[in-house]
C-alpha cells in the first residue's frame, strides 16, 4: 500500500514539474480532486498504524526513537547531500564558486536537520515550477511531529488506556478548526489544495487509535463505502471539511491496508516507498530542465518513473536496509514510561487482549 501510495504522488507531483503551480488549483477542482487528496492523508494513517506497532514492540522510548531516527534519517540525508554536491552543480547556472559560496547552499544543508529549504543557487530557475529542487520534503517536519507527539501521549499516560487516547484525538479533531476559526477572525479560511500538515498529524493519530481498537473495527463492505464517502465529501471543498476527515480517511486506509494481496517478488523483503518519496520529485525536475520536450504530464511519468524506482532500489539496498541493520544497538536500558518491560503490560498499554 505505501508504494501505491508513493506512486501516486509522483504522478501527481508529474503534473507540477510538467506544467507549474498553476495545475495546483485547476485539479482541485476536477471531479477526482478529492480522491487525489486522500493519498498524503492515507499515507500519515498507514504510517500511524505501522508505527503504532513498532512502538509496542520497542522496549524503551529510546528504542523506539532510535527506530524511527534509522528509519527516516540516513535517507534523507544522503538525498539532501546527492541534491546539494551532485545533483545542483551539474544544473545550475551559476559558477561553482558562487554556487559552493552561496548561503542558499548552506540553508539547504539544512534539511539534513528537518529544517526544510527548497532552493539551491541557480537550480531550476527556469522550470515551469521554479527553483524548488525537493518540493516534496514540506511533509518531513510534520512527519517528525507526528513521533513526537505520540512519545508525549505516552509520557503523559494518554496511551494507558485506548479510550482516553481516542478521547483525546477526538478533542482535538474539534479544537483545532475552532481555534483556526478565531484566528481567521470569525471567517472561514480558504480551503487549500492541500491538506494542513496539523491534519497530516491527526490523520496519523487516528491511525494509532485504529491499531488501538484493531480487534473492535468493523470490517465490511458499507462501513468501508460510508467512511469512503464522508472523506471525499469533507475533501471535496467543504469549508473547512478537511479538518475533520482524519478518522475517516484513517478507518478506510487501515481496512485496505488490511487486504493483505499477494506480494509482487520484486517487493518481497524490500521497501521502496520511502526512497520514492525522497527521490522522485528531484528526478523530475531535473528531467525536466535537462529535456525541455519533457513538459507533459506523461512524458514526465514515463520517464521519471524508471528512474525513481531504480533510485529508490538504489536508497534501499544501499542506505536503508543497511541502517536498519543497526537497530541491534539501540539502546533499550530505559524503561518506557507506563509501560513495564513485559510484553504483555506492553499489549495492555495499546489496548491489546
Known amino acids: 500500500m505505501r508504494i501505491v501510495l508513493a506512486l501516486i504522488v509522483l504522478c501527481l507531483h508529474s503534473l507540477t514539474t510538467a506544467y507549474g503551480t498553476g495545475l495546483d488549483f485547476a485539479w482541485d477542482t476536477w471531479l477526482y480532486g478529492p480522491w487525489l487528496r486522500l493519498v498524503l492523508p492515507m499515507f500519515f494513517a498507514l504510517s500511524g498504524f505501522l508505527v503504532a506497532g513498532s512502538f509496542m514492540r520497542s522496549k524503551s522510548i529510546l528504542h523506539f526513537l532510535g527506530l524511527r531516527f534509522l528509519r527516516i534519517y540516513p535517507a534523507l540525508a544522503v538525498e539532501v547531500l546527492l541534491s546539494a554536491l551532485i545533483l545542483g552543480p551539474i544544473v545550475t547556472t551559476v559558477a561553482f564558486s558562487q554556487y559552493f559560496g552561496s548561503e542558499m547552499f548552506f540553508r539547504y ?39 513526537i507527539s505520540l512519545t508525549a ?74 467512511a469512503l464517502g464522508i472523506s471525499l465529501a469533507l475533501l471535496s471543498g467543504l469549508p473547512m471539511g478537511e479538518y475533520f476527515c482524519a478518522p475517516f480517511v484513517a478507518y478506510l486506509t487501515v481496512v485496505l491496508g488490511l487486504l493483505n494481496p499477494r506480494r509482487i517478488n520484486f517487493l518481497k523483503g524490500a521497501d521502496y516507498s520511502y526512497g520514492l518519496f525522497l527521490y522522485h520529485f528531484a528526478i523530475q525536475q531535473a528531467m525536466v530542465d535537462l529535456l525541455p520536450s519533457l513538459r507533459t504530464w506523461w512524458a514526465v511519468i514515463a520517464t521519471s518513473l524508471p528512474a525513481s524506482i531504480l533510485v529508490a532500489a538504489a536508497s534501499w539496498h544501499l542506505v536503508e536496509m543497511p541502517a536498519l541493520k543497526l537497530k541491534g544497538r539501540l539502546p533499550v536500558h530505559l524503561p518506557m514510561p507506563f509501560i513495564r518491560n513485559r510484553r504483555a503490560d506492553v499489549a495492555n498499554e495499546f489496548g491489546e487482549s
Not at 479544537?175 to 490523520?203: C, D, M, Q, S
Not at 496519523?204 to 465490511?220: K, M
Request: net charge positive; glycine share 8%.
Open 153 to 226: 501521549a505516552v509520557l503523559v499516560g494518554f496511551t494507558k488506556k485506548r479510550q482516553v487516547f481516542m478521547l483525546a484525538c477526538l478533542v482535538m479533531l474539534i479544537a483545532y478548526p475552532i481555534a483556526r476559526f478565531f484566528v481567521h477572525g470569525g471567517e472561514l479560511p480558504v480551503t487549500a489544495t492541500k491538506v494542513p500538515g496539523n491534519v497530516l498529524v491527526e490523520t496519523f493519530l487516528w491511525g494509532v487509535v485504529c491499531y488501538q481498537y484493531r480487534d473492535r473495527l468493523p470490517f465490511g463492505v458499507i462501513p468501508f463505502g460510508v
Open 109 to 147: 544543508l539544512l534539511n539534513i536537520t528537518g529544517h526544510i529549504y527548497y532552493y539551491l543557487p541557480g537550480v531550476f530557475a527556469d522550470n515551469p515550477y521554479p527553483n524548488k529542487v525537493n518540493g516534496q520534503l514540506w511533509t518531513v517536519p510534520f512527519e517528525l511531529l507526528c513521533y
